[in-house]
């Protein structure tokens, strides 16, 4: 079973040479730090910063630096800040090629609830609807169940949707799952010590197994 770390360390995996990439609140922004050598990739937030680097130590932060969650950053040579219409025109405009977002609950056909749970006050649904609209690209990182213990992959989602039919791909603490098209978890890989009727029994939503499940690999 992975923490939160171990999910980050993996969805990096899945980042491309050469691409653009929104890192959302919560588990997201940690992959920042587990890039792989040798991967050029540019980090984008919807707060206006095009470049963005790992975490700062402690001790060197800059309270001017941070990213939409309100954390502070780092910068890389050549990284430029501009104002949200202008981060806002390059999501809406397909410029991001993958996003990779955290998520309350996700359905077997793809889609994502990850802003709001009712009766609980919240500020808003930030830059989460215009992400998955226009995202080439997006992968979940979340924990497999809640902390009642209930799924959160679903056959379909109980919370107030943030976007329909778009998570492509889920990375939890148990295992790797591709949303088919056609509908349905397909089961990719298993974390390390996580049998399959673990995974079962933690997944509501349709999970499809075919042949073999490899563990993870980082």
């Not at 992975?2 to 999910?7: A, F, V, W």
């Not at 997201?28 to 707060?47: H, K």
């Not at 890989?189 to 933690?202: F, M």
């Amino acid at each position: 079973m992975l923490d939160k770390t171990g999910i980050a360390k993996r969805i990096a995996k899945e980042i491309k040479d050469g691409s653009y990439v929104n890192l959302g609140i919560g588990i997201p922004t940690l992959v920042a730090n587990y890039i792989p050598e040798g991967i050029n990739v540019v980090l984008q937030s919807e707060n206006g910063l095009l470049g963005m680097g790992p975490f700062p130590y402690e001790g060197e932060e800059d309270p001017d630096l941070i990213n939409a969650g309100k954390q502070t950053i780092t910068t890389l040579p050549g990284s430029s800040v501009f104002d949200s219409a202008m981060s806002f025109g390059m999501i809406r405009s397909q410029k991001v090629d993958l996003t990779i977002l955290g998520a309350m609950e996700v359905s077997e056909n793809g889609d994502i609830a990850n802003w709001k749970i009712p009766g609980k006050m919240v500020k808003g649904m930030g830059g989460a609807m215009d992400l998955v609209a226009s995202a080439k690209n997006i992968i979940v990182a979340m924990q497999h169940v809640n902390k009642a213990g209930e799924s959160k992959l679903l056959p379909k989602c109980l919370l107030p949707l943030t976007g329909v039919k778009c998570v492509k791909k889920i990375v939890t603490e148990l295992a790797v799952l591709e949303v088919k098209p056609e509908g349905g978890f397909k089961l990719l890989e298993r974390a390390p010590g996580v049998s399959l009727d673990e995974i079962r029994k933690a997944t509501a939503g349709k999970l499809i197994v075919e042949g073999e499940i490899p563990k993870m690999e980082f």
